[in-house]
């Protein structure tokens, strides 16, 4: 059985800085697209970051130049660092596996983010 199990999440300042990680067993994800999405309460899930096997990277358009995805295929780990955090940018934080080639989506359980200002 595959399991996504994320940290890091916590409170923090406007301005602040989060690493958040997501450890994954019960499969190797070396040809996977691995991701984090968020929520917002009363929102609905949107990407965040994704980075592929060949570690092509994509960001939503708020996010960028601020968080950074990147992948430890070694450590089947997949890992977001989030700088200049914004109180735009509390929610829950979930990381997902699109398993190759089915594209079937993996979820972690989501860890939250809370920015004050």
């Known amino acids: 059985q595959v399991l996504l199990v994320e940290s890091g999440g916590g409170s923090v300042q406007a301005g602040g800085s989060l690493r958040l990680s997501c450890a994954a067993s019960?499969?190797?994800?070396?040809?996977?697209?691995l991701g984090w999405y968020r929520q917002a309460p009363g929102k609905q899930r949107e990407l965040v970051a994704t980075?592929?096997?060949?570690?092509?990277?994509n960001y939503e358009d708020s996010v960028k130049g601020r968080f950074t995805i990147s992948r430890g295929n070694a450590r089947n780990t997949v890992d977001l660092q989030m700088n200049s955090l914004k109180p735009e940018d509390t929610a829950v934080y979930y990381c997902?596996?699109?398993?190759?080639?089915?594209?079937?989506?993996?979820w972690g359980q989501g860890t939250q983010v809370t920015v004050s200002p």
């Open positions: 980075i592929s096997s060949s570690y092509i990277t």
């Open positions: 019960g499969r190797r994800f070396t040809r996977d697209t």
């Open positions: 997902n596996v699109k398993v190759w080639p089915s594209m079937t989506n993996l």
